[in-house]
Antibody
Framework: QLQLQESGPGLVKPSETLSLTCTVS??????????WAWIRQSPGKGLEVIGS???????YYNPSLRNRVSISADTSRNQFSLKLSSVTAADTAIYYC????????????WGQGILVTVSS | DVVMTQSPLSLPVTLGQPASISCRSS???????????LNWFQQRPGQSPRRLIH???NRDSGVPDRFSGSGSGADFALKISRVEAEDIGVYYC?????????FGQGTKLEIK
């Protein structure tokens, strides 16, 4: 059974880069079955898709974040990562990693989520 | 972006009674491949969202048959035939037809 777990700092200073890692177990990140996705949830914006990547390296980013976001994979560790630059308080949210099925066009399973607060 | 509007935002229900949630999209959700990618998720307190229904009316594996989805075009609904205690949480619709994919603001189902 596929399981995902987010990790990274829970506090990031304004203007710095948020970096999170998702460790995948029960399946290979090289699988062609899924895309690997990041979604965030905040009281102000609700659930927001950040973007996803395919095992081939193709990436798809929400246009609202495209200039600041990067998703990449470390196949040797079966992990994928999120980097979000120039963060502000508006980026404070619970960040989830998960899978995306392009066949059904939906997300899941999801990790348990990690709260990231942007504050000095 | 496609705006997904749910109603009501809060839904007090009596156990054993039915419940219904509406979801409307600002654009039609029929994809160029002919499918309608309207999905429903459940988020129980303290948990991450869980898949419920895909492509309007198809339950995910393990989802009880008291959950059903319906609708077409830009107007959709999630129905629970008889609410059980484990159904308490927030329900979200999500469209996967247009990029970026977007979610509704959520409907909180609570016991009356």
């Amino acid at each position: 059974q596929l399981q995902l777990q987010e990790s990274g700092p829970g506090l990031v200073k304004p203007s710095e880069t948020l970096s999170l890692t998702c460790t995948v177990s029960g399946g290979s990140i090289r699988s062609s079955t899924y895309y690997w996705a990041w979604i965030r949830q905040s009281p102000g914006k609700g659930l927001e898709v950040i973007g996803s990547m395919y095992y081939s390296g193709s990436t798809y980013y929400n246009p609202s974040l495209r200039n600041r976001v990067s998703i990449s994979a470390d196949t040797s560790r079966n992990q994928f990562s999120l980097k979000l630059s120039s963060v502000t308080a508006a980026d404070t949210a619970i960040y989830y990693c998960g899978t995306y099925s392009d066949y059904l066009k939906w997300y899941g399973p999801w990790g348990q989520g990690i709260l990231v607060t942007v504050s000095s | 972006d496609v705006v997904m509007t749910q109603s009501p935002l809060s839904l007090p229900v009596t156990l054993g009674q039915p419940a219904s949630i509406s979801c409307r999209s600002s654009q039609g959700l029929v994809h160029s491949d002919g499918n309608t990618y309207l999905n429903w998720f459940q988020q129980r307190p303290g948990q991450s969202p869980r898949r419920l229904i895909h492509r309007v009316s198809n339950r995910d594996s393990g989802v009880p048959d008291r959950f059903s989805g319906s609708g077409s075009g830009a107007d959709f609904a999630l129905k629970i035939s008889r609410v059980e205690a484990e159904d308490i949480g927030v329900y979200y619709c999500m469209q996967g037809t247009h990029w970026p994919h977007t979610f509704g603001q959520g409907t909180k189902l609570e016991i009356k």
